[in-house]
């Protein structure tokens, strides 16, 4: 079992950043990847980026080039650095884990909220 707890979540204006955490617990030398999704009101859950045991880094093309995943080595802790924020960031951001038992698991979530 991996446990994810998010933090970092806000409320920021326009044009402002903020840097979302995810402390994992558990069977942490079972991850391979980990990643970082959102959620908003009445639509699907969709990626926003992951990272790879070996670094690796994949990006939804909605926030290339103003979000930055990272993580620390021993998967203790994976972080989304998010720049230049828009109104349509707005979301619930869920960490996640995937193991080498093809098993993923979830964070509880953080709300982020972008105003005009």
């Known amino acids: 079992q991996v446990q994810l707890v998010e933090s970092g979540g806000g409320l920021v204006q326009a044009g402002g950043s903020l840097r979302l955490s995810c402390a994992a617990s558990?069977?942490?030398?079972?991850?391979?990847?980990m990643g970082w999704f959102r959620q908003a009101p009445g639509k699907q859950r969709e990626l926003v980026a992951t990272i790879t045991s070996g670094g690796t880094t994949n990006y939804a093309d909605f926030v290339k080039g103003r979000f930055t995943i990272s993580r620390d080595n021993a998967w203790t802790m994976v972080y989304l650095q998010m720049n230049s924020l828009k109104p349509e960031d707005t979301a619930v951001y869920y960490c996640s884990a995937d193991t080498t038992r093809s098993l993923r698991y979830w964070g509880q979530g953080t709300q982020v909220t972008v105003s005009s």
């Open positions: 558990g069977s942490i030398f079972r991850i391979n990847v």
